[in-house]
């Protein structure tokens, strides 16, 4: 994963006592480290450690390598190995690790026991090292690099750990017959065994029941030119093909606008909640066929998104719309209550981006938005509306029974979800400003089968 990296630069300075010497050496430790993805207190990681060992008289290597393992809270350790030259030539291996104590954190992390053995294994000397936080922190701190924002938001953001469900989903509708078109790809990092990659496509008629099928689960193994790969389904930056039972696609998706972020920028870039939603191509079109039955549906200029999801798992419950509402402007909505303690009995929080003239609204933070919001969740027709910023907005969706399809699933913990989805949902959108002591028509829209929606329940 080129460019989504941590790296910084440490020194560690003591004493080194070497077996049948009275008197210990001084000992230096100057360091460069390269760990994978964003360097997180509760994660798991390691990466490669080069730099210097030096002790005077006896080692003075600057091209000492090795590994460091960073894991302060799921291990409460963090270990340094490497291999390095001493002045008589021999090979030698320097093992160490700070045990991270929740009691004393800032001393626990700032010393370091080191061990130094030969090439057979022989105990020559043991060290402590310290990192002088007066005279090295600015220094540290100054050298740290965070991974770089990825260029493609499209692109998988897992790094190997258990417990994470990312998605990618792409809805359009077919402008000539008004249907509708679900294609979902899921990876799922359970908390404990493989990550498995796997799906489903389902086709909305109108005036017919929904074609769905599922395809995988497959081993996960990251694409390295494509956004996701399952089996025969892939899905890259412009293309999207594949099967699932009697489903099959090629589809060529073209446009998209400017990214939509649903949540706050940084709840994306910095994976600070348990889960977030990014709309890369929130007005997409689609060019190409897709077959279900014994039925040929070929599209030309349909209009739909490309959306992407990272987290812990999916909401307790939760409703989702994605409305192209015609000439670049689009309405994005997720209303959710969390899975997680306390924050489980909390009405559903909002998070609504109108994208209308090429302004965004609300014009700040979308959580922080949420809170003058109030979401209705249920079936067939569920509803948001309250203040957005200085306007206010109510937002209508029906899901027709007869044009929804329920999804039964697991979260990374095994936890099932059933999602109901209608890529045929009507939609109705009222915004209004105010005038006086009123509030006045700004813009109107309805939908009529067109609406892209779904409501999660447990």
Known sequence: MSGRRTTFSEVMAGTLRLAGEERPRPMRLELDVDLPGVLCPWGDTEGALTGR?????????????????????????????????????????????????????????????????????????????????????????ASFRLPARPDDPMRSRWRGRPGRLEVWYTTLTDPATGTGVWLHHELVAPDTGEARAHGWAAVFPPGGSPVFARFGPHGWSRPEDAVFTAGPVV?????????????????RESGGGRPLHTFPRWAWERELLPAAQIVPKPTAVYDGVVRFGDRTLTLRGAPGGSAHIYGHGNARRWAWLHADLGGGDVCEIVAAVSTRPGLDRLPPLPLVRLRVDGTDLPSGDPLLAALRLRAGIGLPTWTVQGRLGDRWLRVEVTQ???????????????????????????????????????????????????????????
């Open 53 to 141: 060992v030096v002790v005077p008289g006896w080692a003075d290597d600057e091209a000492a390598s090795g590994r460091l393992r960073v894991a302060p809270l799921a291990a409460r350790r963090i270990r340094y190995t490497m291999d390095f030259t001493a002045a008589d030539g021999r090979r030698l291996h320097l093992d160490g690790w700070k045990t991270v104590a929740p009691r004393r954190p800032v001393r626990s992390m700032t010393s370091l026991p080191v061990t130094v053995t030969d090439e057979d294994g022989t105990v020559l000397g043991e060290a402590r090292l310290r990192f002088d936080l007066r005279r090295d922190l600015a220094a540290f701190l």
């Open 235 to 251: 899905q890259t930056a412009g293309r999207l093909t594949g099967t699932a039972g009697t489903i099959g696609w090629d589809l």
């Open 400 to 458: 027709r029974p007869e044009e929804t399809v329920a999804v039964d699933y697991a979260d990374p913990d095994g936890a099932p979800a059933v999602c109901h989805n209608s890529e045929r949902a009507d939609v109705r959108i009222f915004l209004a400003r105010r005038a006086g002591r009123s509030w006045e028509t700004e813009r109107e829209w309805h939908l009529a089968g067109t609406g892209h929606a779904e409501v999660g329940l447990r």
